[in-house]
């Protein structure tokens, strides 16, 4: 069973266009976390929610973390093709257990 | 700059030759873990050290074995591997287990002969 399962799979799309990443579960997260893995390379981190409702920006980059901490979206705006990568969501169940629990993963490619 | 190395980056060994991926943390955090990711899947973790405890992942083949010396460094040891296990494996560190935002290494391809 897949704690987060995240949508779209794959997704292409044309530079300049925008684009809504979900994460979904039917748990709850004490926090939650978004990365973006390039080819050959490590995922990095780009943010972390806390409070459900949040909403963090970085640059073009939207995040929201649902009122009832089980779901998140990114949402990015004016897509540029460095923005190409995969993209995991993962968090922190609120049973307790002590890992991170990563989402299936949403391959996004950037057409210029 | 404080971060997460990984050598080598590139790995190749013979079916059931003894191989070792190393790596090593400047932000010294307590946990250290070790994930396996094969093609376009999300990694998977295979186990994690907090400070000296060792925590093994249930589903994780005894194949695989992992030590850390010390805060800095820790080892993946694959005692025979298959042709299954050529994968990206990848170093995570975080400051603690719970709430924890890892950071992790460019990541070791290992390809099986």
């Known amino acids: 069973t897949q704690l987060l399962e995240q949508s779209p799979q794959f997704l292409s799309i044309q530079e300049g266009e925008n684009l809504t990443v979900y994460c979904n579960s039917s748990?709850?997260?004490?926090?939650l976390q978004w990365y973006r893995q390039e080819p050959g390379e490590g995922p990095v981190l780009l943010v972390t929610?806390?409070?459900?409702?949040e909403v963090k920006k970085l640059k073009r980059l939207t995040f929201q973390f649902g009122d009832a901490r089980k779901d998140s979206s990114l949402h990015i705006t004016a897509a540029q093709p460095g923005d190409t990568g995969l993209y995991l969501c993962?968090?922190?169940?609120?049973?307790?257990?002590?890992?991170?629990?990563f989402g299936t993963g949403t391959r996004l490619t950037v057409i210029p | 700059d404080a971060m997460v190395i990984q050598n080598p980056r590139y790995q190749v060994t013979q079916f059931g030759k003894p191989v070792t991926l190393s790596c090593s943390q400047t932000?010294?955090?307590?946990?250290m873990y070790w994930y396996q990711q094969k093609s376009s899947q999300a990694p998977k973790l295979l186990f994690h050290?907090?400070?000296?405890?060792?925590?093994n992942e249930a589903d994780t083949p005894d194949n695989f074995q992992s030590r850390r010396p010390n805060t800095s460094f820790c080892f993946l040891d694959i005692r025979s591997p298959g042709l299954g296990d050529a994968a990206m494996y990848l170093c995570?560190?975080?400051?603690?287990?719970?709430?924890?935002?890892?950071?992790f290494g460019p990541g070791t391809r290992l390809t099986v002969l």
């Open positions: 995570a560190t975080s400051r603690r287990v719970s709430y924890n935002e890892q950071f």
């Open positions: 748990s709850v997260f004490s926090s």
């Open positions: 929610v806390v409070t459900g409702g």
């Open positions: 993962a968090g922190n169940p609120q049973t307790g257990a002590n890992n991170l629990f």
């Open positions: 932000l010294n955090h307590n946990v």
């Open positions: 050290y907090y400070d000296k405890d060792f925590n």
